[in-house]
Nanobody, 114 residues
Framework: QVQLVESGGRLVQAGGSLRLSCAAS?????FSWYRQAPGTQRELVAR???????YYADSVKGRFTISRDNAKNTVYLQMNSLKPEDTAVYYC???????????WGQGTQVTVSS
């Protein structure tokens, strides 16, 4: 069992920045950040694989950066130039090597005011 603890969500003004963190209780192969706004489906925002590959949703490219500290089993999401449409609950997800099981964090609320 892997525990994920997220932090960093808060209220911020449009154009501002936030950094989300997600600490895992074990080594992780793939870390992902998802988000879900009210009345919408959960969507993939960014992904980081241990070999250095990353993925970004088109809506956040150039504004968000995913990074990880493998020694700390932690992933970060640096969010710049935030927009009101970035408002959502952000979830960390993690997969271990050779396993298709996805672990989820509890979610952290990001609210961007206009």
């Amino acid at each position: 069992q892997v525990q994920l603890v997220e932090s960093g969500g808060r209220l911020v003004q449009a154009g501002g920045s936030l950094r989300l963190s997600c600490a895992a209780s074990a080594s992780i192969f793939s870390f992902s950040w998802y988000r879900q706004a009210p009345g919408t489906q959960r969507e993939l925002v960014a992904r980081s694989v241990t070999d250095g590959r990353t993925y970004y949703a088109d809506s956040v490219k150039g504004r968000f950066t995913i990074s990880r500290d493998n020694a700390k089993n932690t992933v970060y999401l640096q969010m710049n130039s935030l927009k009101p449409e970035d408002t959502a609950v952000y979830y960390c997800a993690a997969e271990r090597l050779y396993s298709a099981y996805v672990y989820w964090g509890q979610g952290t609320q990001v609210t961007v005011s206009s």
